[in-house]
């Protein structure tokens, strides 16, 4: 049986009708309380207040209880059903606690399973949804992913209104904006859409809104529902929703003119739109010397053609284009593939999966011995493979080399991506040489050209070229010579005009 219409139902003035209504539609979950007190102990006028076990603060709890009954007590019994009494008992707790007046059941079932407790007293068609929401959650810690040097070392947690805190610290302007939603008809998972007014592209906020509350999904456990259900290629390798557990990526993110969307129980923070190159942006080049992030910003895209394109280019060289190795060198390639029986094809794809094998164990392994295994496995199983005569030191080398690229590429997702890509590209070449290498990258390029991240181009601004937002792509420009924000933004001024520093005439 449905409890849609039970839901729907409004709260009547007889306790005891709202009570059963209540326990039919929560049935016998050990965690709904149900809590029975004394309105009025002299004339026992009943009340009942319900909360789920472990969502609230017991202490919390008795203070209210405690301020109801003294309310209660000063009054006299003949003035306690009046219509004025649930305005001033609402009065009385305002200074204690945040609350509010509720007509529905469901809107009280939804208050109950989110960490509120609903009080209910007899004679009143209303109820009263009191906030005492206190739960076990994690503390503020280093983010897991993003690791900088040099930079802040908070990472946002599983609470929401805890990560909206940190972005706020950051951000101490009016002009900041936090929009609340709920998604998943079974979770109802609360959603924040966070902007800066008269900085975010009109319509930004609307678009990102409609997609949103166009998802119907029993449940949305963590982000990556909403990146998965809102992207604009969802059939693409490429992410085109950004992600991060810094504050300081987020807010720096909204002061582009971006919005990000926090989803609660989850410390990955979402922002739209997203563009390939900020994939190869750490937090740390902006907290460096503007030559220091610059140079390791080239050495994170030199790393990033060699993860993408290294594998496919020695094995279409070796396969089909011998001629273009230098002599010495293909003397080498050859003699250390005399013993091995395999195509240089079937070698890199062999060697290639037992390299991702050996990474995803040493994720999925206790983080003890995760590390170790991963690495000295990788190790021992390249050398015993090579005495062997299974492959040849020259691919263990191509693989390791490769595997360590990837790991400069400081987006998760995008690493993720580039792995998937590295087998069609690998593939293509060891079966039509350059011609499969070029048709297969031209294909990815295209493919990149054509995505879009919310009506963003994916490849902006270098495709379509915009001049005016070229000082953060490949170079990172000194901050004192970038005074306006990317062409996204409503407003593009970020700073004054000051001009380089100098020291002081003398």
């Not at 908070?154 to 909206?164: A, K, M, P, S, Y």
């Not at 940190?166 to 609360?190: E, Q, Y």
């Not at 966070?194 to 678009?207: F, N, T």
Request: proline share 6%; charged share 20%; with cysteine.
């Amino acid at each position: 049986m449905t409890i849609q219409p039970l839901l729907d139902t409004a709260i009547t003035d007889s306790l005891q009708a709202n009570v059963k209504l209540i326990e039919q539609i929560m049935g016998k979950s050990v965690d709904f309380i149900r809590r029975d007190f004394d309105f009025h102990q002299k004339t026992n006028h009943p009340g009942v207040c319900f909360y789920t076990d472990g969502l609230i603060s017991n202490t919390e709890l008795q203070h209210i209880l405690m301020a109801i009954l003294v309310y209660s007590h000063e009054q006299p019994a003949e003035l306690l059903l009046q219509a004025n009494t649930m305005e001033e008992l609402k009065r009385r707790l305002m200074f204690n606690c945040s609350l509010r007046t509720i007509r529905k059941v469901g809107e009280g079932i939804d208050g109950i399973l989110g960490g509120e407790t609903l009080f209910l007293i007899d004679g009143f068609a209303e109820g009263l949804l009191v906030v005492t929401k206190a739960w076990e959650s994690r503390s503020i810690t280093e983010p897991a992913t993003d690791n900088v040097v040099r930079g802040p070392r908070d990472g946002f947690t599983e609470n929401i209104r805890t990560n909206t805190a940190l972005v706020r610290r950051r951000i101490k302007d009016p002009s900041l904006r936090f929009d609340s939603l709920i998604v998943g008809t079974k979770t109802k998972t609360d959603l924040n859409v966070a902007y800066m007014e008269g900085i975010v592209k009109p319509g930004l906020v609307e678009e990102v809104k409609t997609r949103i509350q166009k998802i119907k999904i029993d449940g949305v456990l963590e982000s990556g529902y909403i990146e998965e259900l809102i992207e604009d290629a969802p059939l693409s390798v490429f992410s085109t929703v950004g992600s991060s557990e810094r504050p300081d990526k987020i807010a720096a993110a909204l002061l582009e003119g971006k919005v990000a969307i926090f989803v609660d129980n989850t410390p990955i923070v979402l922002f739209v739109p997203t563009f390939f190159w900020q994939f190869f942006q750490a937090s740390d080049d902006y907290y460096s010397r503007y030559w220091v992030g610059s140079f390791f910003r080239i050495v994170r895209y030199i790393a990033f053609l060699i993860s993408l394109m290294l594998p496919s280019l020695y094995v279409m060289l070796v396969s089909f284009h011998q001629e273009m190795i230098p002599s010495m060198l293909a003397f080498t390639i050859a003699s250390g593939r005399e013993v091995v029986p395999f195509p240089v094809l079937i070698e890199a794809l062999m060697m290639e999966l037992a390299f991702e094998l050996m990474r995803e164990a040493g994720l999925r392994m206790p983080k003890p011995v995760g590390q170790a295994v991963s690495i000295v496995g990788s190790l021992i199983i390249g050398q015993a493979a090579v005495q062997a005569g299974l492959v040849s030191p020259f691919m263990v080398i191509i693989v390791a080399v490769t595997g360590i690229a990837s790991f400069a590429i400081p987006n998760y997702s995008a690493s993720l991506s580039i792995r998937l890509l590295r087998f069609p590209l690998l593939i293509a070449s060891g079966m039509l040489g350059l011609l499969g290498f070029a048709g297969m990258f031209s294909i990815v390029v295209i493919h990149a050209l054509a995505i879009r991240s919310f009506g963003e181009p994916f490849l902006a601004p270098a495709a379509p070229f915009r001049p005016s937002d070229q000082k953060d792509i490949v170079l990172r420009l000194p901050w004192w010579s970038n005074k306006s924000r990317p062409s996204i933004a409503a407003d593009a001024k970020r700073q004054q005009d000051g001009g380089m520093p100098k020291p002081p005439e003398s």
